[in-house]
């Protein structure tokens, strides 16, 4: 008897030496080898071609009699990102998420794939492809070289971004895309765009594919757009590995604008027309700290129809203020753009511009291979352009340009945007 109970205690702890050490290979260096062999970006099994479907078929029909390690990072793959087994989407039919359209005349049929990707015959203008590669190069010197410029954030790395400053950075696993939108850079229309691609909202059981048709009040909904900042509660200690990979793999995206331009259009938008939350968040303040209002009204509607708002003036004035910052981050809406999307640390593949935002999202959508799945909405808005500066400005000290210049100086120059010469020399 003591033998056998010795015997089984000698089990027991074997089987426990046993998954610590498998724990601990998965922690170190399973998941550094599921990262370095495991294909997350690029299009599904149902949206290749006949002959790359055939290929990978006989691939993963290869594979199945390929080493224990193959199994261990199909396993992982399976339960970091939710798919289903590699070999099943392959070889079975489409998996629910590639869901396009549900006919109701075929109801035997259970799965309707997606459209293939689209395959261009025709090369890319080769302008397009050096505009980019000025922009991303400059990008690069300027992050590189502190003589061009020095700002708060140049040089840290990935690691050193807080999660909730990643919260910018939208991912599309589907498409194998990441966006980082930018407040008044046409991010609606973008973020549409993402909403559609990912396949994130659903109308009667279908996926909507035409991005004007989702809903305006759902367009900023947090809970349609898969963030970096989300990564920790889905992956918990795999998240930095699998943004860095994701990073790696995936194509990742930003439009930028002309600080001071986006600044006036940020103004505009938030400060007149009528919204409470930021009347009552920002309005208030400005109102009460930069104008002669000890007691302004209490309400967005009250203060509009006394004829009530922060100037300009005032908002420049609480932008430069130093006591804002103290309070609270800057606002997304007028918050510097390398602080949204960590140009420094992220090699983004793709820098657009709303300068040229036609061109840029033509090219973009070729680029990812989307341009027959959707269309980048046109804009009918009244468009704040650079232009209207000199008006804007005009009641703005020169001392107080010279420093809000200063404030988004390094936006200027990652960018590629010239210094407003006009506006900060007397």
Request: aromatic share 12%; net charge neutral.
């Amino acid at each position: 008897m003591a033998k056998s109970r010795l015997f089984r205690i000698f089990m027991i702890v074997g089987a426990v030496f046993m998954i610590l050490l498998i724990i601990i290979y998965w922690d170190d260096v399973g998941a550094s080898n599921f990262y370095l062999h495991t294909t997350i970006s690029g299009p599904r099994s149902s949206h290749f071609p006949p002959e790359a479907r055939r290929d990978l078929e006989k691939k993963v029909v290869e594979k199945e009699e390929g080493s224990f390690l193959t199994d261990i990072d199909a396993f992982v793959n399976q339960f970091l990102e939710g798919t289903a087994d590699p070999t099943e989407q392959v070889r079975g039919e489409p998996p629910p998420g590639d869901l396009h359209n549900q006919s109701s005349e075929k109801s035997e049929e259970k799965f309707v794939p997606r459209r293939e990707w689209k395959i261009h015959l025709t090369p890319i203008d080769p302008e397009k492809k050096q505009r980019q590669e000025s922009r991303k190069q400059l990008i690069q010197d300027v992050c590189g070289n502190k003589s061009l410029l020095d700002f708060p954030g140049r040089t840290r790395t990935f690691d050193d971004i807080p999660n909730k400053e990643l919260d910018h950075l939208i991912v599309d696993d589907r498409h194998g895309i990441i966006y980082c939108y930018v407040p008044k850079v046409a991010c609606t229309n973008w973020k549409r765009i993402m909403i559609v691609l990912s396949e994130s909202l659903l109308l009667d059981g279908v996926p909507y594919q035409d991005p004007l048709d989702v809903p305006q009040e759902l367009i900023h909904n947090s809970s349609l757009h898969f963030t970096f900042n989300k990564f920790w509660k889905r992956y918990g200690k795999f998240s930095r590995h699998l943004m860095k990979i994701k990073l790696k793999k995936y194509t990742k995206f930003l439009f930028v604008r002309d600080p001071f331009v986006r600044l006036i259009s940020a103004y505009r938008n938030k400060f007149e027309q009528e919204n409470e939350d930021f009347y009552k968040r920002f309005a208030l303040v400005m109102l009460k700290k930069y104008s002669n209002y000890s007691d302004p009204p209490a309400s967005v509607v009250d203060a509009f129809a006394a004829g009530i708002r922060p100037s300009f003036s005032n908002f420049v004035q609480y932008l430069l203020d130093p006591s804002t910052e103290k309070e609270m981050p800057f606002n997304e809406h007028w918050r510097q753009i390398y602080r949204l999307c960590h140009p420094c640390q992220i090699n983004y593949d793709f820098v657009g511009k709303l300068e040229t935002l036609d061109e840029d999202a033509e090219h973009l959508l070729r680029i990812l291979r989307v341009d027959n799945i959707v269309e980048f909405p046109q804009s009918h808005r009244n468009r704040t352009v650079t232009s209207w500066e000199q008006d804007w400005f005009a009641n703005i000290p020169f001392e107080s340009r010279k420093e809000l210049y200063r404030l988004y100086e390094a936006d200027f120059k990652l960018f590629g945007y010239s210094k407003p010469e006009k506006l900060l020399n007397v």
